[in-house]
């Protein structure tokens, strides 16, 4: 029997179970110092993420938000990845929960000529780098980001895609 993982695009009522998922990877499983009111993002994202070259989406098993990741215009045909996160027993190749929501995201901004993909993430992440890796993203040094790419304080590795 497989598993379904269905991607949507966000909708306001994905909000308390978006919020919840994010806060529990980063404050639980991997004890992040990070605040629902550091990430003021997270209570308007179709202001912030669904405008532009940028979206929203979730993944959904069975109705339940399991996963999310998002794009951010920044310019000149650029994009921050941000918000990436699967629920624990959703990760890995049985779901490909975390693929999925990627391709989502890879075909979104080659339909609109995207040049490049950037993302920052912590170095507790390790799968996460692994990941990225794995999906053509390389390793940069800060100073390489596009100018107007949102830095957020507690990411200290940064990557990149190009097209």
């Known amino acids: 029997m497989s598993v379904v993982i269905e991607i949507k695009r966000y909708q306001k009522d994905y909000q308390e179970a978006v919020l919840n998922l994010i806060l529990n990877i980063q404050q ?5 110092a990070i605040t629902k009111e550091d990430q003021p993002d997270l209570f ?3 202001a912030f993420y669904q405008n532009g070259n940028g979206n929203f989406w979730v993944a959904l098993h069975d109705g339940e938000v399991v996963g999310t990741i998002s794009l951010v ?3 000149n045909q650029q994009v921050a990845l941000r918000k990436m ?3 624990k027993t959703y990760r890995g190749k049985d779901y490909g929960t975390a693929s999925h929501l ?4 890879l075909e979104w901004a080659r339909e609109r000529n995207i040049t490049g993909i950037y993302l920052g993430t912590v170095p507790e992440f390790l799968a996460a780098h692994r990941f ?3 999906n053509g ?3 940069i040094d800060r100073t390489e980001l596009p100018e107007n790419f949102p830095v957020v304080k507690v990411d200290k590795l940064f990557y990149q ?3």
């Open 28 to 32: 639980d499983e991997y004890g992040i």
């Open 44 to 46: 308007k994202i179709e």
């Open 73 to 75: 215009d920044i310019g």
């Open 85 to 87: 996160f699967v629920k």
């Open 102 to 105: 990627l391709q989502t995201a």
């Open 132 to 134: 990225y890796e794995k």
């Open 137 to 139: 993203f390389e390793q």
């Open 161 to 163: 895609y190009t097209f």
